[in-house]
């Protein structure tokens, strides 16, 4: 089973013991997604004492009026790495006001440009922005042959088809096991086979309400998933993990 979107730096988690929790859950593959700089160093710095995890490289659009050459250079240092999988989490994020909306729209692009320039995929972090991220994604499609996650995808199944015409992937995780995930089932419904992938986004949104989440919950969303999707776990697994090597093809390098 395969996380591919989580958080370590600095999230208050006791290691070594909850990388065997998460090791003994059956979850052997996990890319922790970063978004600041000093994030990225310590998830790299993880990622290479730790078997089967992986790191993305990138700034969160929160964190975009950080996002300068020196942060760009430290960046591309990161990303040259084996255990590098991605450029990310990147995105839009409009939902504290829109002070900042061009700052988050030139570091997307900017990111956009580096991660086509070394040949890797992109995660994407897109809330209350569905409008603006298909406009930027559309005008640099060409730039996206490296593919793209939707990182906890959210905006529904009427605007699924859209993203995957760009090349899109999905990643759902823990929002789908809640009682009032109407949207949430009917874009995993609609969303195709070869392109759904799980997450956690550990520490954050664990299937069980008002408890700290962790990639070791992955076997209670995949079985979620398997639900909705009317399919046997195993074989929804193997799916996933196909979908993964296909997207990060450095996790098998």
Request: aromatic content about 10%; proline content about 4%.
């Amino acid at each position: 089973m395969i996380d591919v979107h989580a958080h370590f730096a600095e999230e208050g988690y006791d290691f070594p013991a909850e990388w065997e929790k998460i090791r003994a859950a059956g979850v052997n593959t996990v890319i922790l997604a970063s978004d600041t700089v000093p994030h990225s160093q310590l998830h790299a710095a993880f990622a290479r004492a730790h078997e089967g995890c992986f790191f993305a490289a990138g700034v969160h659009p929160s964190d975009a009026l950080r996002y300068d050459k020196a942060a760009e250079a430290q960046i591309l240092r990161l990303a040259t790495e084996r255990k590098c999988v991605a450029i990310g989490e990147i995105g839009l994020d409009y939902h504290y006001g829109s002070e900042e909306k061009e700052a988050q729209r030139a570091a997307f692009v900017a990111q956009i440009e580096l991660a086509s320039r070394l040949g890797l995929p992109l995660q994407i972090h897109s809330r209350d922005a569905c409008a603006d991220t298909l406009s930027i994604l559309r005008e640099y499609q060409k730039l996206l042959s490296n593919g793209f996650l939707m990182h906890c995808y959210s905006y529904g199944a009427e605007n699924l088809q859209a993203f995957f015409e760009l090349g899109a992937y999905f990643s759902f995780g823990g929002v789908v096991c809640f009682k009032n995930a109407r949207r949430a089932v009917e874009a995993v419904q609609a969303c195709p086979l070869e392109r759904i992938l799980t997450e956690t986004d550990s520490p954050y949104l664990s299937p069980f309400r008002g408890e700290k989440n962790s990639p070791s919950n992955i076997p209670v969303i995949l079985q979620k998933l398997a639900l909705v999707k009317d399919m046997d776990m195993g074989e929804l697994m193997e799916s996933i993990n196909e979908n993964a090597l296909r997207l990060f093809p450095k996790l098998a390098l």
